[in-house]
């Protein structure tokens, strides 16, 4: 089995001729918790949609535990939140569920269900109401229960802290660091620099296409001689401009 989750090797992707992604190296390790930083439009989206196989890149090569991204077998241990979710208006929360489940071939266990909704804090009666009644953020809970209840050995969450009140983040973050302890892989992306700081092994930052770091958010800190992430992130991405404008 391979020690590497993710492979990016000079991944590029342009869109009507301007680039998204350039050049773009990257490895995940298995069992690491890794955080994807950038602006909005830096390309954290359109890496995942081209490992995803959403869309194909221009160039490069991406690896899943060793497998090309384009192999179906390889996406078939990872599980995927999107940044902007919305399960089918018309199915109950129950009813997603089991379809979800039965994608990724794992039973529907009630019990587990029951479990994951308390651990998540999202009300029982959800598994009965449409899901078009829920609110933003009793809809990203259902999403990340799914993922959650999938058993997958690498989890893509696309800002998954995306309209939970401070109450459902701590509790998430709970729940993710129980995926730690059993050795799941953890790629997300997320504008919550004190997330990233708190959860992850690793983090890159990706501005304007291009991979500007990769390392613990302790020797970005570092690196920048930064009080904290957030104005070692913009020493970044203010030092990688600079050196695009000389």
């Known amino acids: 089995m391979s020690d590497i989750a993710l492979r990016f090797n000079q991944v590029g ?30 390309g954290k989206t359109t890496l995942i949609k081209c490992l995803l196989d959403f869309c194909d890149a221009d160039c490069g090569r991406i690896e899943i535990f060793g497998v090309p991204h ?8 990872l599980a995927f939140l999107p940044e902007r979710f919305n399960p089918p208006f018309y199915l109950t929360g129950r009813d997603f569920l089991r379809y979800m489940l039965e994608l990724h071939r794992t039973p529907y266990d009630e019990a587990r269900v029951t479990r994951m909704f308390s651990a998540l804090d999202l009300d029982q009666s959800a598994l009965t109401r449409p899901a078009r009644t829920y609110s933003k953020g009793m809809t990203q809970k259902l999403g ?21 009140d401070p109450k459902a983040r701590a509790l998430l973050k709970r729940e993710l660091r129980e995926l730690r302890h059993a050795r799941r892989t953890l790629f997300f992306t997320s504008h919550a620099l004190a ?10 930052i990706v501005h304007a296409g291009r991979l500007r770091f990769a390392g613990t958010p302790d020797e970005l800190t570092r ?16 030092d990688t401009a600079t050196a695009a404008a000389a």
């Open 13 to 42: 992707k342009s869109f009507g001729g301007v680039a998204a992604l350039a050049d773009f190296s990257l490895e995940v390790r298995r069992g690491e918790f890794f955080g994807l930083v950038g602006e909005n439009g830096a």
């Open 70 to 77: 384009t192999a179906t077998a390889a996406r078939s241990r």
């Open 144 to 164: 990340l229960a799914a993922c959650l209840l999938s058993g997958k050995d690498l989890y893509i969450l696309d800002e998954p802290t995306s309209g939970l």
């Open 195 to 204: 997330d990233v700081a708190e959860m992850c092994d690793r983090m890159a």
């Open 223 to 238: 690196r920048f001689g930064a009080g904290d992430l957030e104005q070692a992130f913009l020493a970044c991405i203010a």
